[in-house]
T-cell receptor
């Protein structure tokens, strides 16, 4: 079965510093990968997605993620964090068979210090 | 705005009661997913519908049921409510069943059982 692991439950960074959130997946073939962000009291918003092709994908709000097959990873990065980036971030794997569910990681909570 | 509408935003009810949560998917989306999010359980997949038919089931309790109507809106029914059912309930929609079709989430219904 597919699974997603986000090793970091909580991360604190200073405003202006770079950010990397880790995501590891378990699946044999090339997965469909997503990153979502959830602000307090809000739903999950799609940041970016990877299906195939260029392993470095760009998303909204200045985020990017890199797919590394050899490491089964899809880490999210941002060169300079803004205070408004404080939120919960979820990595997800899409189903490989129609009718199967998406698998979400447990999330990483990001705190930004001024 | 994701285009997914959930009502009501907040719901407070007593143990033993029954409630109905409603979701209107994005225009053109045929798949609807329901998720439960609580502090201790994270984001839990409940059930998925595609064009009116149930396609995948997750950790949905027998006290819970859902359906998708011909106009593609969906309802999640929660009965014999317990304190532990207090959570955020999210609806998400996608175009189809393919794993590369990302989910688009509503802002959720916050259910409080007293």
């Amino acid at each position: 079965a597919q699974s997603v692991t986000q090793p970091d439950i909580h991360i604190t960074v200073s405003e202006g510093a770079s950010l990397e959130l880790r995501c590891n997946y378990s699946y044999g073939a090339t997965p469909y990968l997503f990153w979502y962000v959830q602000s307090p009291g809000q739903g999950l918003q799609l940041l970016l997605k990877y299906f195939s092709g260029d392993t470095l994908v760009q998303g909204i709000k200045g985020f990017e993620a890199e797919f590394k097959r050899s490491q089964s990873s899809f880490n999210l990065r941002k060169p300079s964090v803004h205070w408004s980036d404080a939120a919960e971030y979820f990595c997800a794997v899409g189903p490989t068979n129609t009718g199967n569910q998406f698998y979400f990681g447990t999330g990483t909570s990001l705190t930004v210090i001024p | 705005d994701s285009g997914v509408t959930q009502t009501p935003k907040h719901l407070i009810t007593a143990t033993g009661q029954r409630v109905t949560l409603r979701c209107s998917p994005r225009s053109g989306d045929l798949s609807v997913y329901w998720y439960q999010q609580s502090l201790d359980q994270g984001l839990q997949f409940l059930i998925q519908y595609y064009n009116g038919e149930e396609r995948a089931k997750g950790n949905i309790l027998e006290r819970f049921s859902a359906q998708q109507f011909p106009d593609l809106h969906s309802e999640l029914n929660l009965s014999s409510l317990e304190l532990g059912d207090s959570a955020l309930y999210f609806c998400a929609s996608s175009v189809g069943l393919e794993g590369y079709s990302p989910l688009h989430f509503g802002n959720g219904t916050r259910l409080t059982v007293t």
